[in-house]
């Protein structure tokens, strides 16, 4: 089956410092790629997308990057901002498939 | 609605009662999904709607979960009989097509 998961649970950051969020996936066939922000006691937040045919693909201080030879994603947020602190998941989807697959999730936290 | 609403927001049952939770979806989304999220871990996938086809039940845990949606938009989650190992937040997203999945806030199921 698929599976998404984290290289980092937990990460902690200064003010102002770039922070760098990673998930690696195990399904070759995903193609389409989605980072969410959750807050406390909120639903999961759109921050990014990218598909397969894509490395990179940047947005308002976050820029997402696609390994597929390894099967690595990571987010990078530019001066990391104490709003910023929550949890990140990545989520995976393939096109043969209706499924969203979350991984487990990073929890940054900026301290100020 | 400008996102995503769920109700109740808090929702405590006494095991063996029957619960049922609302999802409200953006407006001309034709993809609905419910996940199911616990305490510190990724939101896992439930159910699928595309209009008011249910395409994919497969990650319902058993019979006693039920999904609808009628008129291909506002969608209930229905569990039957509760136990204790449904306690965990429940979510409902919505997309235009199987893409950019945006979160409503999450219904937190307490069975005691």
């Known amino acids: 089956g698929e599976s998404v998961g984290l290289h980092l649970p937990t990460l902690s950051v200064q003010e102002g410092d770039n922070s760098i969020i990673n998930c690696a996936y195990s399904?070759?066939?995903?193609?389409?790629f989605i980072w969410y922000k959750q807050e406390s006691g909120k639903g999961p937040q759109f921050i990014i997308d990218?598909?397969?045919?894509?490395d990179k693909r940047q947005g308002q201080r976050v820029t997402v990057l696609l390994n597929k030879t390894v099967k690595h994603l990571s987010l990078q947020i530019a001066a990391t901002q104490p709003g910023d602190s929550a949890v990140y998941f990545c989520?995976?989807?393939?096109?043969?498939?209706?499924?969203?697959?979350f991984g487990t999730g990073t929890s940054l936290t900026v301290i100020p | 609605g400008a996102g995503v609403s769920q109700s109740p927001r808090y929702k405590v049952a006494k095991r063996g009662q029957d619960v049922a939770l609302r999802c409200d979806p953006i407006?001309?989304?034709?993809?609905l999904f419910w996940y199911q999220q616990a305490l510190g871990q990724g939101p896992e996938f439930l159910t699928y709607?595309?209009?008011?086809?249910?395409?994919?039940k497969s990650g319902l845990p058993s019979d006693r979960f039920f999904a609808e949606r009628p008129e291909g938009s506002v969608s209930t989650l229905k569990i039957q009989r509760t136990q204790q190992e449904d306690s965990a937040v429940y979510l409902c997203?919505?997309?235009?097509?199987?893409?950019?999945?945006?979160f409503g806030s999450g219904t937190q199921l307490s069975v005691l």
């Open positions: 997203a919505s997309s235009l097509l199987l893409e950019k999945l945006f």
């Open positions: 399904n070759s066939a995903s193609d389409y």
């Open positions: 990218i598909r397969s045919n894509m």
């Open positions: 989520a995976e989807n393939s096109n043969t498939g209706n499924q969203f697959y």
């Open positions: 407006s001309g989304h034709v993809s």
């Open positions: 709607f595309q209009n008011e086809a249910q395409l994919d």
